[in-house]
């Protein structure tokens, strides 16, 4: 783990590889999968069996569309499509020059397959634009692996000849939150500030009333749909929050609970909600300097060295937020309104980055900066009139 007093370094640098916690509940034979499917960085694949097509000896997900085009839909809209976005490709066409290890740490969640690591012997540049692909969670070594069916059986097993990509071994495993931990969870020993892990997420969840009932799938994979929608998603952030608005002589209150995100709202250091109040004029217009803001969310330094506050609703809290009647005195209007800022902190970063000299990334990072910017939206909105 590496932190530099100057420069920036980049976004989840420096962390340990390898499993987190012990899961616990798991039992040890989706537990010894769990480990084997999720050994990173990922093994290659070898080469392919004889009796293969060229559809079947394809790792990019547009061969498994022509058989399976429904979940390709799905993946192609979703975050994980585009984990190779402009904000990390620039920023590692920068670090493979001047930091090659911990560019190659990137591609562990990023693009996880090792055919998409340049410097892999069957290293695929076409390969590695496409993310977090099919063949990241369902292929190794040219086994494919799945859930059980819907009615809970493994019947099929593989190899068997004449069925595409000689069948599917299925397992359980695919329907725990643990299946999505090494990802979306630092281990033990990794980046932590204010005692905290920089990355949370799945113990967040364990800690939580969620994980008695819902997995992270039941959420964000509904139906087995290949959604992963969150923070990104308003009608996703809207099912996350219970909004109440009361209305007093003396004050006007909103409280958001957290009542559907099945960890803390948000879960990572980059989103945040500002919850503003303002008075209006009778144009509609907001008188200035009557605007009053809270933040939820955790905010940290820039180069990850110091967490500045932590406001994110646990599962089940709640944040009230009262605006005085009194500010400016007596205001015939006052408007309340919640704005999701997904990718706030890195429309700081990006920006910082850009300004200290991005060097061979600059290009991308200028279009990563525009879509954070642009990725902002309104969840809430209310006018209140005076009583
Ligand atoms: C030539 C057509 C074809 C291609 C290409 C193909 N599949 Fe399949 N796939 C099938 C068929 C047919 C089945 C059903 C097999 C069975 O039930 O044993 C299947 C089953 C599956 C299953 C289990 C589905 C279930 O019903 O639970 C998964 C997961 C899967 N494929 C993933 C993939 C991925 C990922 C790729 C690309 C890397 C891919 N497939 C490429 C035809 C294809
Ligand atoms: C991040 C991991 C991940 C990626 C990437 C991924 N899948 Fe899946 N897939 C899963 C999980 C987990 C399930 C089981 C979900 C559940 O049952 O809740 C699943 C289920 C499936 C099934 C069975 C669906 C059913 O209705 O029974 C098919 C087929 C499949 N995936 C194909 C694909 C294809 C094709 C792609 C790429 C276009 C893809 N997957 C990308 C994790 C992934
Ligand atoms: C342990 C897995 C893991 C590793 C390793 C990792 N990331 Fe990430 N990264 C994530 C996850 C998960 C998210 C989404 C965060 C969330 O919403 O919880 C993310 C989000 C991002 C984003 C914001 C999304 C975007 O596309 O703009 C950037 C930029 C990023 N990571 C860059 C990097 C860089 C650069 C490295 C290597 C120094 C790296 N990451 C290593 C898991 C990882
Ligand atoms: C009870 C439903 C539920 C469960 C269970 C759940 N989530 Fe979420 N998740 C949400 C909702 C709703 C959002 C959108 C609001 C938010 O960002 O917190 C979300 C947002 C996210 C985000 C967006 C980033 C951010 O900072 O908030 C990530 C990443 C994520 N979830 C991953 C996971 C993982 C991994 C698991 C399992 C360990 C999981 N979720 C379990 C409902 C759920
Ligand atoms: C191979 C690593 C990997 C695995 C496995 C994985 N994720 Fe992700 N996930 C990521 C990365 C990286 C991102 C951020 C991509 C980006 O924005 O660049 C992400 C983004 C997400 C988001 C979107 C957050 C947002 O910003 O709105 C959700 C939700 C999510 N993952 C849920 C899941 C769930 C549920 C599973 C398990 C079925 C899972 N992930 C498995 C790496 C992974």
């Known amino acids: 783990m590496r932190r530099r007093a100057l420069a920036i370094p980049a976004l989840c640098l420096g962390l340990v590889l390898g499993a987190a916690a012990a899961p616990g509940e798991v039992p040890p034979d989706l537990r010894a999968f769990l480990e084997r499917h999720w050994r990173l960085p990922l093994a290659l694949q070898g080469a392919p069996p004889r009796s293969f097509g060229p559809l079947e000896r394809s790792l990019?997900?547009?061969?498994?569309?022509?058989?399976?085009?429904?979940?390709?839909?799905?993946?192609?809209?979703?975050?994980?499509a585009v984990s190779m976005g402009p904000g990390v490709s620039g920023q590692l066409r920068e670090m493979r020059r001047t930091e090659p290890a911990q560019a190659q740490a990137c591609y562990t969640c990023h693009a996880p397959l090792a055919e998409q690591r340049p410097g892999s012997s069957a290293h695929d540049p076409t390969l590695s634009p496409k993310g977090i692909a099919c063949a990241?969670?369902?292929?190794?070594?040219?086994?494919?692996?799945?859930?059980?069916?819907?009615?809970g059986t493994l019947s099929s097993t593989s190899p068997r000849d004449g069925v595409p990509h000689g069948g599917v071994t299925r397992t359980?495993?695919?329907l725990r939150?643990?299946?999505c931990r090494d990802c979306h969870q630092f281990p033990p020993g990794g980046l932590s500030l204010n005692g905290k892990l920089l990355q949370d997420t799945y113990e967040e969840w364990k800690a939580g009333p969620a994980a008695a009932s819902l997995q992270c799938q039941?959420?964000?994979?509904?139906?087995?749909?290949?959604?992963?929608?969150?923070i990104h998603d308003p009608e996703m952030v809207r099912s996350a929050i219970e909004f109440t608005l009361t209305d007093e002589p003396d004050a006007v209150t909103l409280t958001l609970r957290n009542r559907g995100a099945g960890h803390k709202l948000?879960?990572?250091?980059?989103?945040?909600?500002?919850?503003?109040?303002?008075?209006?004029?009778?144009?509609?217009?907001?008188?200035?300097?009557?605007?009053?803001?809270?933040?939820?969310?955790?905010?940290v330094t820039l180069d990850l060295s110091r967490e500045l506050f932590d406001t994110r609703l646990a599962p089940g809290q709640s944040a009230v937020v009262r605006y005085p009647r009194s500010l400016p005195s007596d205001p015939g209007r006052i408007r309340l309104r919640v704005v999701v800022e997904p990718d706030h902190f890195y429309v700081l970063f990006f920006a910082a980055l850009l300004e200290r000299g991005a060097g061979a990334g600059e290009t991308e990072i200028r279009t990563a900066l525009a879509a954070a910017r642009a990725s902002s939206f309104v969840v809430f909105e209310r006018e209140v009139r005076a009583p």
């Open 218 to 230: 039941d959420c964000h994979m509904p139906a087995r749909r290949h959604l992963w929608r969150g």
């Open 136 to 151: 990241s969670c369902h292929v190794r070594n040219w086994r494919w692996f799945g859930p059980p069916r819907l009615d």
């Open 172 to 174: 359980p495993a695919f």
């Open 266 to 299: 948000p879960t990572y250091v980059t989103p945040r909600l500002v919850v503003s109040g303002e008075a209006l004029d009778e144009e509609g217009r907001a008188i200035p300097g009557s605007r009053r803001e809270a933040v939820i969310g955790r905010a």
């Open 60 to 80: 990019h997900p547009e061969a498994c569309a022509a058989c399976h085009p429904l979940q390709y839909r799905d993946w192609n809209d979703s975050i994980h």
């Open 177 to 179: 939150a643990e299946f």
